[in-house]
């Protein structure tokens, strides 16, 4: 591996990292490590916020296709199905990156009890979703959505909205922050590396 120097009293930019590694503040190369990247360090972003809407707004559409079925809107039950496979698909990446953002909580703190709570309310959601899909998808050409599922949709609806509260609590009235500054974890500066901007 080809080692780069950063000269001193030059600040470690945005721009020294890429998708695959980055530049150390020694000025060495590192590759992201896979929880780095499914964290979304490598792209500068925090990913688990960006999937957490994907099951809210699917599993929405669903509830509103299923109810306009009942108004013969033709069509409806079948789109309804591919919006609670959304939700499922959503659900699938929101559980990863909030399973690595809760990974680095400490043990037995008030922040990774909370984020606790947050995850099994949320795979409940999607256990509901789950369930949802499978009941629905051999008949999901009915010309109308079956009681059943408008019902499991809005379970699932409020139950994801509930979780979904939870998280933004935890954010919003903890303050807790998945990523803190614009540098790779681990990664500090000392102090002749600080340029003043």
Do not use: C, N
Request: aromatic letters at 8%; glycine letters at 10%.
């Amino acid at each position: 591996m080809q080692e780069y120097a950063v000269p001193v009293g030059q600040r470690v930019r945005g721009d020294d990292m890429g998708l695959l590694r980055y530049r150390t503040a020694d000025g060495r190369l590192r590759f992201w490590t896979l929880k780095e990247i499914i964290q979304g360090k490598s792209i500068q972003r925090v990913t688990h916020p960006v999937f957490v809407v994907f099951p809210i707004a699917f599993a929405s559409g669903a509830l509103l296709l299923d109810v306009l079925s009942r108004f013969a809107l033709p069509g409806a039950p079948l789109a309804a199905s591919y919006a609670m496979l959304g939700a499922v698909g959503g659900a699938f990446f929101s559980i990863i990156t909030g399973l690595v953002d809760r990974s680095v909580m400490r043990p037995g703190s008030k922040i990774r009890s909370v984020a606790t709570r947050h995850m099994i309310i949320q795979l409940t959601a999607t256990a509901i979703f789950i369930v949802d899909l499978a009941v629905r998808w051999s008949d999901r050409k009915m010309a109308k959505a079956d009681p059943l599922w408008l019902v499991l949709d809005a379970i699932g609806l409020l139950t994801v909205l509930l979780g979904g509260d939870v998280g933004a609590s935890m954010v919003f009235r903890m303050g807790y922050r998945v990523q803190e500054s614009d540098r790779p974890a681990g990664q500090t500066l000392a102090p002749d590396q600080v340029s003043s901007e």
